[in-house]
């Protein structure tokens, strides 16, 4: 049903309407869904009245039987479940403080997750609510922490390969020169789409890959501009 605007004779037949007729009704005669009746009603505080509610007609009509009035709690009475806070029968099955699930995880499990990227790593619990990468952990448990300015990569780039034989630190500057000369970078800046910051063409860039040779030129043009830019500085220094 279209969704249609109030107006002020709607709201006038509504509130002459509302207080003595089965919504049902209303919405069948105003041509607007039941939804749309109730929220009327709440914005204009209109409220059925006790000769309504009282009576049969207050009910829906099911297989002609009526539902509704009967189904009300009568003036005074008390639910079944009044006085019982905190003490129902449905809480027997609750935890009791410091009680833990069956399926809560111990320490020293072991998880993959994935990170931004998609790329999946070894995670460790090494005490509730700590975790840590499995490969951080294995090697700084041998060799201490990981000095500053430098980060632990894999030797084989298999994140799930986490032996301690795979494993090496490397300054972040020379991470970012080695990455800069894998053929994946490389046919990945050689894709840039033009104007697009970050974006670049993947089906473009597996074109590239196909071709080591341009590949390898543009590592060239890569490091011999670096070197230019590199003895620009020393000049001016």
């Known amino acids: 049903m279209p969704r249609k605007l109030w107006t002020k004779q709607d709201d006038s037949l509504l509130k002459k309407l509302y207080p003595d007729s089965r919504s049902f009704d209303i ?40 539902v509704g009035s009967k189904t009300h709690f009568k003036s005074g009475h008390k639910p079944w479940n009044t006085g019982t806070k ?20 111990r320490d020293g499990i072991i998880t993959i997750r994935k990170d931004s990227s998609g790329r999946k790593y070894k995670w460790i619990r090494i005490s509730e609510s700590k975790w840590e990468m499995l490969h951080v952990y294995r090697w700084e448990n041998k060799n201490g922490p990981t000095p500053k300015g430098y980060i632990l990569i894999f030797d084989d780039g298999d994140t799930m390969n986490v032996t301690l034989k795979n494993i090496r630190t490397i300054s972040r500057q020379n991470h970012a020169d080695e990455t800069r000369q894998k053929p994946g970078f490389i046919a990945k800046t050689m894709a840039h789409v033009k104007g697009a910051k970050g974006k670049y063409d993947k089906e473009l860039q597996k074109e590239y890959l196909k071709h080591p040779e341009l590949i390898n030129a543009k590592r060239e043009l890569i490091n ?7 003895a620009q500085e020393n000049r001016k220094a």
Not at 86 to 105: D, L, Q, S, W, Y
């Open 27 to 66: 919405a069948k005669r105003m041509q607007r869904s039941l939804h749309s009746i109730y929220g009327r009603a709440n914005i204009l505080k209109l409220k059925k009245s006790k000769s309504f509610l009282d009576s049969p007609l207050s009910g829906w009509l099911i297989k002609g039987n009526t």
């Open 86 to 105: 905190g003490v129902m029968k449905a809480n027997r099955g609750c935890f009791k403080r410091g009680n833990k699930p069956h399926n809560t995880k």
């Open 224 to 230: 011999l501009n670096k070197q230019i830019n590199h």
